[in-house]
C-alpha cells in the first residue's frame, strides 16, 4: 500500500504521474512511450502468455525489435541458457514450477537488452532455496553486465544484503 508497484509502473510508462517528472539518466521520460524508455519490468503476477511455448514468450517479447528472424532465434537461446531454461524451450507455462515461471518472466524481461530492469517482488511467490538461488543470479546478472536493476520486495534482509542503495517507501 506505499506504492512500490505505481513507481514501477510509473517508471515503465504505465502509470502517469500527476505532478512531477520522471527521468532516466537525466532525461525527462514523462512522456516518452513505454516502449521506447529503455527499461523491462518483471510483474509481481509475472504476465505470462500461457498460449506460448517458452521459447515462444522470449521471441513474442523481441517481435516488435528490429533483429532479423534468425537474429531473434539467437537471442532467445542466450536467454534460455544464462537463466537455466535451456531445454524447456517447448513447454507451456502450465508446465512449468514456480520457479521456472519467475525465470522465463527474468529471461522475457533480459531479452530484449534493455538497459534498466525493474523487478517487482519476482521471487516473493518463491520457497528460500529457489528464492535465494534466482537472487543470485539476478545479482550475478547485474554484476557481470553492468545491469541496473530497481528492485522491490519486502525481505529487509534481502535488500540490506544485495543492494546497493535502498529507498523505504512509507504511507
Not at 500500500?1 to 517528472?21: D, H, N, Q, V, Y
Not at 522470449?58 to 531473434?72: F, N, P
Not at 534498466?116 to 519476482?122: K, M, N
Not at 521471487?123 to 553486465?145: F, H, M, N, Y
Amino acid at each position: 500500500g506505499a506504492g512500490k508497484t505505481t513507481l514501477l509502473r510509473t517508471l515503465a510508462g504505465l502509470e502517469t504521474p500527476a505532478s512531477g517528472t520522471v527521468s532516466l539518466n537525466g532525461r525527462d521520460i514523462a512522456g516518452v512511450p513505454p516502449h521506447r524508455r529503455g527499461v523491462a519490468m518483471v510483474f509481481q503476477d509475472l504476465a505470462l502468455w500461457p498460449h506460448l511455448t517458452v521459447e515462444g514468450n522470449l521471441l513474442l517479447a523481441l517481435s516488435g525489435t528490429e533483429m532479423k528472424r534468425s537474429a531473434r532465434r539467437t537471442r532467445a537461446a542466450e536467454a534460455l541458457s544464462r537463466w537455466g531454461l535451456g531445454g524447456m524451450e517447448k513447454r507451456l507455462p502450465s508446465q512449468l514450477s514456480g520457479g521456472e515461471k519467475q525465470r522465463l518472466a527474468l529471461a522475457r524481461a533480459w531479452v530484449l537488452g534493455h538497459p534498466v530492469l525493474l523487478l517487482d517482488e519476482p521471487v516473493s511467490a518463491l520457497d528460500r532455496p529457489a528464492r535465494e538461488s534466482l537472487l543470485g543470479e539476478i545479482l550475478k546478472a547485474r554484476k557481470e553486465e553492468g545491469l541496473p536493476v530497481l528492485y522491490v520486495t519486502h525481505h529487509q534482509d534481502e535488500a540490506l544484503r544485495d543492494s546497493d542503495r535502498i529507498a523505504v517507501l512509507m504511507d
